[in-house]
């Protein structure tokens, strides 16, 4: 029998196995229907009622699935962490307490070193949930409420753990968002808890780059041309802002105005006279990212490199190109 099972192994290509393996593990994630129809509520609301951390934990590769697990959780608004279940029995169960939930994984549902946890939550009478493959296992009965998986075998003929794992990392998944939706978890609650890296990156707002209003190149309409230059000159942007009485922004002085306005009296002309009215702006909560798509496409001109951010018609700060690019907008 292993002779031939070796045999038909070498005859199959390694994109055989590999789709052969693709395909079980998606037969496991359409079974988790079975999940869907009996206990997956249940554990989403004890979730949600939770008042202190929800606790995940798991042996071997359930628990390189748990830390997953309680990653996401973490991030995603619910308070979260993984505990190894064999150093909870050396004194880490002092980290869990009478307000936190327990969500425990396991494959046979006898992991061993589970035990100290279970007793630790019936004794504290800390909510106990269980993400579990065997029905008929100590977990299962231990538990609260459990989820156990459908019996889908393993895509590895080693029964290596390969589709018991993809079923609990989707069912992870699908439980984080169903408590974030529940809880009306947002876009800027997300950035609260990502301030680093490209996806930071995608919720930094004009207002976070921008140069305050005592930098930004700002003149009066009846300003003279000949302080506007000094002005632009002195704040290095290429352009002036032109405010009205009330100081409301009503156009802007550009290079290109400068050299369509080139003249010998261009000095002794007015700012109104040169500028060019209805400047494209932003306001202080624009996304950065937006904000450079604006300065690369626009229906006015193809080279802005500034924005000026406003709040009710008036300068607040001006944003450039070079501010998006150092800030890592892309």
């Not at 002779?3 to 390694?14: D, V």
């Not at 980290?95 to 070193?113: A, C, F, K, Q």
Request: glycine fraction near 8%; hydrophobic fraction near 45%; proline fraction near 4%.
């Amino acid at each position: 029998m292993k002779q031939s099972s070796s045999k038909k192994t070498a005859s199959m290509t390694a994109n055989d196995i590999g789709k052969r393996v693709i395909e079980r593990e998606i037969e496991g994630l359409k079974a988790l229907d079975t999940v869907f129809a009996t206990t997956f509520d249940a554990v989403v609301a004890r979730i949600l009622q939770v008042r202190g951390r929800l606790i995940v934990s798991g042996m071997g590769k359930s628990g390189h699935v748990a830390r997953k697990i309680a990653a996401t959780f973490a991030s995603t608004g619910t308070p979260s962490y993984f505990v190894h279940p064999g150093e909870a029995s050396h004194g880490d169960l002092g980290m869990i307490t009478e307000n936190d939930g327990l969500l425990l994984l396991s494959n046979s549902g006898e992991t061993e070193e589970l035990r100290d946890m279970i007793s630790y939550a019936k004794r504290f009478s800390i909510p106990l949930m269980a993400m579990v493959r065997r029905e008929t296992s100590m977990l299962v009965t231990a538990a609260d409420i459990a989820m156990v998986l459908p019996d889908i075998p393993e895509a590895s003929p080693v029964k290596a753990p390969t589709t018991s794992t993809i079923m609990m990392m989707a069912l992870g998944d699908a439980l984080a968002v169903a408590v974030l939706e529940s809880r009306g978890f947002t876009l800027e609650d997300f950035n609260v808890f990502h301030p680093g890296g490209k996806l930071g990156k995608a919720f930094i707002r004009a207002e976070n780059l921008m140069h305050a209003r005592e930098d930004t190149p700002i003149v009066n309409r009846n300003d003279l041309m000949s302080k506007v230059l000094i002005t632009m000159t002195t704040k290095s942007f290429g352009c002036a802002g032109v405010v009205d009485k009330e100081g409301k922004l009503i156009g802007i002085i550009t290079d290109g105005d400068l050299r369509r306005h080139m003249s010998n009296d261009l000095l002794d002309k007015h700012a109104y006279d040169v500028m060019s009215e209805n400047p494209i702006t932003i306001a202080p909560g624009t996304l950065a990212a937006e904000a450079l798509r604006i300065m690369n496409v626009n229906e006015k001109s193809k080279s802005i490199t500034s924005l000026f951010v406003v709040n009710n018609g008036k300068p607040v700060g001006i944003l450039s190109v070079h501010d998006c690019l150092r800030a890592g907008v892309i």
